[in-house]
């Protein structure tokens, strides 16, 4: 009996491995077929079903010329935290290189280049590069990406920005990842890999198939583990999450998530890191790149949220929150120093949004979505305000 339904288990499981390993040589010889087959929830299917490996910028799209259209809460939101948060719709639309659109035609004179801050825009009128361009009347072209860092800025100015021949080019370092970005990118130099993106293209066959297979099988444990899962909790009447903060915005108490926070370490210690010192090779790069073909580089600076709110965290936010905001306070503007002694090192002009923001939110001003990493459109305007104040 047992030997009987060993000889099952066994032709079960070879027949398994025949079908699985048949199904991926398919798509692996065919990989049109993912577009019938709704394989993007594993990792190895929706990534390369995406994304086209780029030995310079990590990754690119593979989708081009669409509209995207929906609605959303925030990259921050989570139920437990027991907020009602009132969804706001979006239409994203990028052009055949895969970048936002630009209303503007040649000959540009403001170039940009970013990660999704610039990307930003509940539609296509109201990203940075377009408020820039209203605010101005200046021609001004988008080359910016989500998920992107310093060392992808500096190749798409190489890649696209330049044969546009601007008067300004204009590199959005982002306090809460850019750093990160860098060091993912060294990430990827070593491993192939950065953040949630891995390059398979070049292993061998069975290797490929092993990675599928794993993503496969994580992909069902983590089905498997949501459904039997409780749904999270909301925090009970009166209580407040620990990780939410309470933030005084003029006479509002605005329920608010923070995703990054300001990293430990004086401005001299933080120049110091391996990441700062690759900032300051590709400011150095950027600059020279810019001066040689006759345009103005220009550095701008973009505060987190928590750098701008956190000094207005009310006492009864939630605990964690608390602690959190009182350890920052002392570092708030050491990044701020560190990038402003790297500007003036290399002799390039800088625009920091710090001062006007924290301006703003002084006057009650909700410059950036309450459970979102980014700016509300609030926060484009008085970005594209103080940029063509402090450009001209």
């Known amino acids: 009996m047992l030997v009987r339904f060993g000889r099952v288990l066994l032709v079960a499981a070879f027949a398994a491995l025949v079908v699985s390993l048949s199904l991926f040589s398919l798509f692996e010889c065919f990989p049109s077929l993912l577009d019938a087959v709704n394989l993007q929830a594993i990792a190895y299917y929706g990534l390369q079903r995406e994304l ?7 990754f690119i799209p593979r989708k081009v010329d669409y509209v995207l259209q929906g609605t959303s809460v925030g990259d921050q939101y989570a139920a437990e935290y027991g907020v009602d948060v009132m969804p706001w719709t979006y239409v994203v639309t990028t052009n055949a290189e895969g970048f936002r659109p630009n209303s503007a035609g040649p000959p540009y004179e403001i170039v940009l280049v970013g990660d999704s801050f610039l990307t930003a825009g509940e539609e296509d009128a109201s990203t940075l590069s377009e408020r820039l361009r209203a605010v101005s009347g200046r021609a001004t072209f988008n080359l910016s990406r989500s998920w992107y860092g310093p060392y992808q800025y500096v190749e798409l100015l190489k890649r696209y920005g330049l044969a546009l021949r601007p008067q300004v080019a204009l590199l959005g370092f982002y306090a809460g990842s850019d750093i990160e970005d860098i060091r993912e990118y060294h990430r990827w130099r070593r491993e192939h890999r950065y953040y949630f993106y891995a390059d398979h293209t070049q292993r ?39 990780q939410l903060g309470v933030i005084q915005v003029g006479a509002q108490a605005v329920p608010m998530v923070f995703g990054e926070w300001n990293p430990e370490g004086s401005a001299e ?27 103005l580089p220009v550095l701008l600076y973009i505060p987190s949220k928590s750098q701008v709110y956190a000094e207005y965290a009310m006492p009864h936010s939630g605990r964690r929150f608390v602690q959190a905001a009182a350890q920052q306070h002392p570092i708030r503007t050491n990044m701020v120093a560190a990038i ?45 305000d103080y940029i063509w104040h402090a450009l001209q």
């Open 52 to 58: 086209i490996a780029d030995p310079a910028l990590v």
């Open 204 to 242: 061998p066959f069975f290797g490929r198939y092993a990675i599928a297979l794993a993503d496969t099988g994580a992909y069902l444990r983590e089905t498997l583990a949501q459904r039997l899962a409780r749904p999270p909790q909301p925090v009970a009447p009166g209580e407040i999450h620990p």
């Open 269 to 295: 210690q933080l120049l110091a890191t391996a990441e700062w010192q690759a900032l300051h090779a590709l400011l150095t790069e950027f600059h020279h790149l810019c001066r040689a073909n006759g345009i």
């Open 340 to 384: 402003t002694t790297l500007a003036q090192q290399i002799d390039l002009p800088l625009i920091n949004l710090l001062p006007v923001f924290e301006q703003q939110a002084e006057a009650g001003r909700l410059l950036y979505y309450p459970f979102d990493t980014h700016w509300s459109g609030e926060g484009i305007q008085a970005a594209a």
